[in-house]
């Protein structure tokens, strides 16, 4: 039987940075994939994460909300790894990590995603 070492992984990783004071990491451009999953870097400022998404590269970004109409909000800590439903985000390519507080400084956050 094979191991899980002999398989290719399929999972992508980008990796996004909110700066020193700000809340919002730069855009990352998702490709074809999903996002799944955040890991959150060993200090961080705010409490909770959410997202915007943005139709093309650069183009004006917008809360990523729920079929309630409220923005998705995670609650998060530092040093964790945040497993996100990919169906939340599915056709999202083009989107943006947001801190609930200005970070005190700078944050790297690695976005997990994967081909569904």
């Known amino acids: 039987m094979p191991s899980a070492s002999q398989f290719q992984s399929r ?13 919002a990491s730069g855009e990352a451009d998702l490709g074809g ?8 870097p060993a200090a961080l400022t705010g409490t909770t994460l959410t997202f915007t998404a943005a139709a093309t590269g650069g183009g004006t970004s917008n809360p990523v909300t729920g079929s309630n109409g409220s923005a998705l909000s995670f609650t998060v800590a530092a040093n964790k790894y945040l497993a996100i439903d990919p ?6 390519q083009f ?5 609930g507080s200005a970070e005190g400084a700078s944050r790297d956050l690695i976005l997990y995603s994967k081909a569904l």
Request: proline fraction near 0%; glycine fraction near 10%.
């Open 11 to 23: 999972l992508c990783q980008t990796t996004v940075t909110i700066s020193s004071s700000g809340t």
């Open 33 to 40: 994939t999903t996002l799944v999953g955040v890991m959150l």
């Open 87 to 92: 169906a939340l985000f599915h056709g999202i």
């Open 95 to 99: 989107i943006k990590a947001v801190s």
